[in-house]
């Protein structure tokens, strides 16, 4: 009765050990990340809409926001954007209805894509300080 004692505590304790290490690793490794909502900017003719995604985790370098590029008259969205490691916010505005303009902080890990067929141009800013 007290070996059978002895290895139920033994086995009890290594499983304590197993989840404690668990949650341990997922807690100090993984990001701990939160999808922020997205937000919509219309263009003003409301054929396209610039989707803004992002992500905020506790380590900044695991941070991103990306512009998608939806249009009305087509069921795919082209990535136009991407910040990694997001330093700071991405401001997206219409300059017209063909003219999308992404602002975004200098010195941050970007993607830009070629301009969308068919859309509207798209013009990259990078600026010392965004509001």
């Given at each position: 009765m007290l070996k059978?004692?002895?290895?139920?505590t033994?086995?009890?304790i290594?499983?304590?050990?197993v989840?404690a290490?668990?949650?341990?690793y997922?807690?100090?490794?993984?990001?701990t990340?939160?999808i922020l909502?997205s937000?919509?900017v219309?263009?003003p003719d409301?054929?396209?809409?610039a989707?803004?995604?992002?992500?905020?985790?506790?380590?900044p370098?695991?941070?991103w926001a990306?512009v998608?590029?939806r249009?009305r008259?087509?069921?795919e969205?082209p990535?136009?954007f991407?910040?990694?490691?997001?330093?700071g916010p991405?401001y997206?505005?219409?300059?017209d209805w063909?003219?999308?303009e992404?602002q975004?902080?200098?010195g941050?890990?970007t993607w830009?894509?070629?301009?969308?067929?068919?859309?509207?141009?798209?013009?990259?800013r990078?600026?010392?300080?965004l509001?």
């Amino acid at each position: 009765m007290l070996k059978l004692r002895k290895v139920a505590t033994a086995i009890g304790i290594a499983v304590a050990v197993v989840i404690a290490s668990g949650i341990l690793y997922v807690w100090l490794v993984l990001p701990t990340c939160t999808i922020l909502p997205s937000r919509e900017v219309r263009s003003p003719d409301d054929r396209f809409t610039a989707v803004i995604e992002s992500r905020k985790c506790r380590k900044p370098q695991d941070d991103w926001a990306m512009v998608l590029l939806r249009s009305r008259d087509r069921a795919e969205q082209p990535i136009v954007f991407r910040l990694l490691e997001a330093n700071g916010p991405i401001y997206v505005r219409w300059a017209d209805w063909s003219r999308l303009e992404v602002q975004f902080l200098s010195g941050a890990k970007t993607w830009q894509s070629t301009q969308p067929q068919g859309g509207p141009s798209v013009r990259f800013r990078a600026v010392e300080g965004l509001k």
